[in-house]
């Protein structure tokens, strides 16, 4: 639509030997220009989030490689819901943008204790597959009862009869599941991958 809004606005430009302004108005163009805006503002704010995200966890752990392993089991949750969004047909709106705010801002706790026990784990046992087993045992139920809790949470909220509010329930919920697939897998699995350093005592 808006190729096609662009090319008409060309054509009046072009083609009307009027002096005046022509501008295309309507209901369709308001819906393009808010879809555009609202598009644009999730690229610029998953790109604001991945920054914080890196600076929150270098300032934490003191550590680029675990800054930058911390990025991807927090934004990769929220674009795998974008893509089942479009899988689905369902329209990015004023609702259904605000998931991934809230998406970033649950993901990143469950990554920060995650991270913390298995910075203590490795320096006790210098041995990245063992860290991850013990911080598994030790974080992974607390992880997985907490991701629970909202899944269901925000299933509540599904069945919702207004369809905006019942998407916004339905995306958070898959939200959740992914965000403990790869708090639980993507993360251990780059740990030890990569063997990132810490730098961080026992306690908080």
């Known amino acids: 639509l808006k190729r096609i809004i662009s090319c008409i606005q060309k054509y ?10 022509k501008k295309i108005v309507g209901q369709t163009v308001l819906e393009v220009e808010t879809n555009e805006a609202v598009t644009q503002g999730q690229i610029q704010s998953l ?34 819901n ?14 259904t943008s605000m998931i991934s705010a809230i998406g970033v801002g649950i993901i990143v706790d469950d990554t920060i204790h995650f991270l ?17 087993f013990k911080t598994l045992l030790a974080k992974g139920r607390p992880i997985i ?5 909202l899944f269901f949470g925000f299933g509540v909220v599904s069945l919702s009869n207004f369809v905006p509010t019942s998407y ?28 990132p350093r810490f730098k961080i005592k026992d306690g908080y």
């Open 145 to 149: 009862l907490t991701s629970l809790i």
């Open 168 to 195: 916004f329930g339905i995306l958070s919920s898959l939200l959740m599941l992914n965000a403990l697939w790869a708090d639980l897998v993507v993360l251990p699995s780059l740990l030890v991958h990569f063997k």
């Open 12 to 21: 009046l430009d072009n083609s009307l030997n009027i002096e005046a302004e």
């Open 116 to 132: 913390h026990h298995f910075g203590v784990a490795s320096g006790e046992t210098k041995d990245y597959s063992s860290a991850v």
């Open 47 to 80: 790109a604001i989030a991945m920054l914080i995200i890196f600076g929150m966890m270098f300032f934490v752990f003191k550590s680029t490689s675990v800054g930058l392993i911390s990025i991807v089991p927090n934004v990769l949750p929220i674009l795998i």
């Open 82 to 95: 974008f893509g089942i969004m479009g899988w689905l047909g369902i329209r990015l709106d004023s609702a």
